[in-house]
């Protein structure tokens, strides 16, 4: 099962940074993407990475976000700078490998308010 964490309160302008672990499964080998969904809205795509090394970006972080991989610890992060309120949200992280199924973590929340 995927965990993220990481997530917590910060001021406008502050910075986070979310884990995606998944204990005793080998992330390199999957997609992971970042997901939100703040309350009252649709869950919306933050941010990939692929098995292959591609990464994209929504347009509403690009420039501030940034996801990564640590294969020697088995996790996938996303660096948040610069955050911002409408950044409010809960925050999934999923992995998938083509035609297979996907697995979602439970979610972290970040919370972005002065």
């Known amino acids: 099962q995927l965990q993220a964490s990481g997530g917590g309160l910060v001021q406008p302008g502050g910075s986070l940074r979310l884990s995606c672990a998944a204990p005793?499964?080998?992330?390199?080998?999957?997609?992971i993407a970042w997901f939100r969904q703040a309350p009252g809205n649709e869950r919306e795509r933050v941010a990939g990475?692929?098995?292959?090394?591609?990464?994209n970006y929504s347009d509403f972080v690009k420039g501030r976000f940034t996801i990564s991989r640590d294969v020697a610890k088995n996790s996938v992060y996303l660096q948040m700078n610069n955050l911002t309120p409408e950044d409010t949200a809960l925050y999934f992280c999923?992995?998938?490998?083509?035609?297979?199924?996907?697995?979602w973590g439970q979610g972290t929340q970040v919370t972005v308010s002065s």
């Open positions: 990475i692929m098995a292959s090394g591609r990464i």
């Open positions: 005793g499964v080998t992330l390199d080998d999957y997609n």
């Open positions: 999923k992995a998938w490998m083509a035609g297979g199924s996907d697995y």
